[in-house]
């Protein structure tokens, strides 16, 4: 069932500041910053090639405010995984006992496409993002 990893996700307390480590302590190409108000987050990717990191900040009501009450520097927040058909694993993991989280219905992610997420203490403590390939 599962794709290509098809990014890793940092949240942030300063996205322009975490941007800036990426791009000037790293040497990595960062995108402009992109607001995604209905995820409740501001979003940059930077491609690796072989994957991508993206960087996670607050917007408004944010489902990332409680992990940075938690880690106030950041941290590791999810991992994205590609699967072809997205309607199909969420149905399989419903019926294996996996917590869909939201209403079950996939919204749109930051790249055009639909995505559902995981709860995290199914999936060994890891937060886990699905996206339509
Ligand atoms: C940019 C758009 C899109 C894309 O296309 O890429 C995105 O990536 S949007 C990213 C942001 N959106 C989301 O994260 C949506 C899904 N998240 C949620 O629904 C919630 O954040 C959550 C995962 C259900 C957590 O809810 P919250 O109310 O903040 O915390 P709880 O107290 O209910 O947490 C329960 C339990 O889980 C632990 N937890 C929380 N977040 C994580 C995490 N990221 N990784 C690992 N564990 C996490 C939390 O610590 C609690 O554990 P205990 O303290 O042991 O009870
Ligand atoms: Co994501």
């Not at 890793?8 to 990426?22: C, G, K, L, N, R």
């Not at 190409?29 to 979003?43: I, R």
């Not at 309607?87 to 399989?92: E, F």
């Not at 639909?114 to 699905?130: A, Q």
Request: glycine letters at 10%; aromatic letters at 4%.
């Amino acid at each position: 069932m599962l794709g290509r990893l098809n990014h890793v996700a940092i949240a942030v307390p300063d996205i322009a500041a975490a941007s800036a480590v990426y791009r000037d302590t790293l040497g990595a190409s960062v995108t402009a910053p992109q607001a995604l108000p209905e995820h409740g987050v501001t979003v940059v990717f930077i491609d690796l090639g072989n994957t991508k990191i993206e960087l996670l900040e607050p917007l408004g009501d944010s489902p990332i405010a409680a992990f940075l009450a938690k880690n106030p520097a950041g941290g590791m927040h999810h991992v994205c995984y590609e699967v072809d058909d997205i309607i199909a694993a969420r149905d399989r993991l419903t019926a294996a006992g996996a917590r869909v989280l939201g209403d079950g219905n996939p919204k749109i992610g930051a790249h055009g496409k639909p995505v559902l997420f995981l709860h995290p203490k199914d999936f060994m403590g890891t937060l886990v993002e699905l996206e339509q390939a």
